[in-house]
């Protein structure tokens, strides 16, 4: 752990270090530039430097169209430590560094590997900022930089192989989230609608749609954190971190308790406006409203205003029922129309 913090804190000060260091040679320094190739919906861009002498260390920022393009994945440095990748406001941050005492690398290499999907027609740009390299005696300098390419015109694909969601009332919706990359179906073939989903469930559907904030997390206290399944770890504690989802008063988190309709009201908001609840419970006009709970009744009226949560047929918001996966997806992509 110590080893891993002090590489951690390495990675950080290529941020800081002084652009007065000596730079490396201007005659045939190094340059870097990006490329793209297209199969499909995926997308995939390559970062490659050039020329370069004793590359101990570097750290970049790749922006991308949030409206085109749904971050899915990165990979940086060929040896030694990534941090892993910071996703927030249509910005990745990629940052690696080397290990030891010894030599950084020269000529060609492949910094980074990332991986988009396409969500909408027409060409999407992305662009390179603060790109920073740092050779093994800690020293900086200037960088020919490509800084922008265009990812060219494509279609999305309407095509998606799920063979229990035609006629579903959510069909449209499934399709759309499965092609944006934050859900899919299940290896034969189905999506399973109807099935009820799990507050672990949840909270990785969600926090794969808005993204991640790029913070640090603290180790979960709930009473059984050690049974929220490895897969949505990292979600679970995302979601926490950023007050969206929360423990019960027994200090436990329940997370494979299938999450209620009040509940997953309270977490699309959240999501929207942070830890603070809504100041006004606006006018409740669902059948039922005497039925949600005091604590998610102002949460389920922004849900409603907003749009994000229409209730059920019968004009029923039935908060203790619990949510399905078509549920699920169709509020996350109403929540998306908001940010």
């Not at 009332?169 to 009820?196: C, D, H, M, R, S």
């Not at 559907?205 to 206290?221: C, E, F, K, V």
């Not at 949505?232 to 969206?244: D, H, M, Q």
Request: glycine share 8%; hydrophobic share 45%.
């Amino acid at each position: 752990m110590k080893k891993i913090a002090t590489i951690l804190v390495f990675v950080i000060m290529l941020g800081w270090i002084a652009s007065g260091t000596q730079a490396w040679a201007a005659d045939a320094g190094p340059s870097i530039s990006m490329k793209s190739t297209v199969s499909g919906n995926e997308i995939t861009v390559v970062v490659t430097g050039e020329q370069l002498k004793d590359l101990y260390a570097y750290d970049f920022m790749l922006k991308y169209d949030v409206q085109k393009l749904a971050y899915q994945s990165a990979s940086s440095g060929t040896s030694g430590f990534s941090i892993d990748p910071i996703v927030k406001n249509g910005e990745i941050r990629i940052a690696h560094t080397k290990v030891g005492k010894i030599a950084g690398d020269n000529g060609t290499l492949q910094l980074a590997v990332i991986k988009f999907k396409r969500l909408q027609t027409g060409a999407a740009q992305l662009s390179l900022h603060d790109v920073k390299l740092v050779d093994s005696k800690l020293n900086t300098g200037g960088t020919a930089i490509k800084p922008v390419i265009t990812v060219e015109e494509g279609s999305t694909s309407t095509d998606v192989a799920l063979k229990d969601i035609t006629g579903h009332w959510a069909n449209t919706a499934i399709l759309q989230a499965v092609q944006q990359g934050w859900i899919t179906g299940y290896a034969n073939g189905t999506f399973l609608p109807n099935k009820e989903v799990t507050r672990a469930e949840f909270a990785a559907m969600l926090i794969r749609a808005i993204g991640t904030d790029g913070g640090s997390h603290q180790p979960l206290q709930f009473t059984d954190a050690k049974q929220i399944p490895a897969w949505a770890l990292s979600y679970v504690e995302e979601a926490v971190s950023r007050n969206i989802m929360n423990g019960y008063e027994n200090g436990a988190f329940g997370p494979n308790k299938l999450i209620t309709h009040a509940e997953m009201a309270a977490m699309a908001v959240r999501s929207l406006n942070g830890a603070a609840a809504p100041q006004e419970s606006g006018s409740l006009k669902f059948a039922d409203s005497s039925q949600i709970p005091a604590w998610a009744k102002p949460y389920a009226a922004e849900a409603a205003e907003k749009g994000i949560m229409n209730g059920r047929s019968g004009n029923v918001f039935a908060p203790s029922a619990h949510a399905t996966r078509a549920e699920a997806v169709v509020v996350i992509l109403a929540l998306l129309q908001q940010k």
